[in-house]
């Protein structure tokens, strides 16, 4: 049987083989500390980047809307350009009709004056009635204005309240963004 000092002694020998495994372990736990620190480190600054990235965006968001509705708002003032003008080219032209006929009238009245004899003016009161008649035959076509007024086509999307399947969420996130 072994004595009481060879126990002692094992117990020694253990010990001295523990305390290397000892500071190894204690070793591998400051590395362990070291890294989770770094980690810990590492996540705070992705989390702020990301952050900064989200505020970021949501800038540029609303400046894309704010840029949009600047784009509909130039759009429309275009358009009421477009049709004013269009209209004073059809002013234009009806005046000039207006010039022609009142030019007509006073060649006619003219022409009246002109003939001192009765049977000239029957005979004018004639051609004006063929006249007449050859209108109701076959009327002469309805003036067509040179310039019709054709609104642009709207972009299909955001501002007629269809956005993109894409952006469906981002729409949302939009009108929170404007109203918050």
Do not use: W
């Not at 117990?11 to 372990?25: C, T, W, Y």
């Not at 590492?42 to 600047?70: D, K, P, W, Y």
């Not at 003032?77 to 009238?105: F, G, M, P, R």
């Not at 109701?136 to 007024?149: A, D, H, K, L, T």
């Amino acid at each position: 049987m072994p004595s009481l000092n060879d126990a002692y002694n094992k117990l020694v020998a253990i010990e001295s083989d523990i305390a290397p495994v000892h500071g190894d372990l204690t070793a591998i736990k400051s590395s362990v500390d070291t890294v989770n620190a770094s980690i810990v480190a590492l996540t705070a600054a992705v989390q702020l980047g990301f952050s900064q990235v989200v505020q970021r965006e949501n800038i540029m968001i609303m400046l894309l809307v704010h840029m949009i509705q600047q784009n509909d708002t130039i759009i429309c003032n275009l358009e009421k350009i477009t049709a004013q003008t269009c209209e004073l080219v059809n002013l234009n032209d009806q005046i000039l009709v207006e010039s022609v006929l009142t030019a007509n009238a006073t060649t006619l009245t003219s022409e009246i004056l002109k003939t001192v004899h009765s049977e000239a003016a029957l005979e004018l009161e004639r051609l004006a009635e063929l006249k007449k008649q050859i209108e109701q035959c076959c009327p002469p076509e309805p003036r067509q204005p040179r310039c019709v007024y054709r609104p642009c086509d709207r972009p299909k999307g955001i501002t007629d309240g269809n956005p993109p399947n894409t952006g469906a969420k981002l729409q949302g996130d939009l009108v929170s963004i404007l109203s918050g």
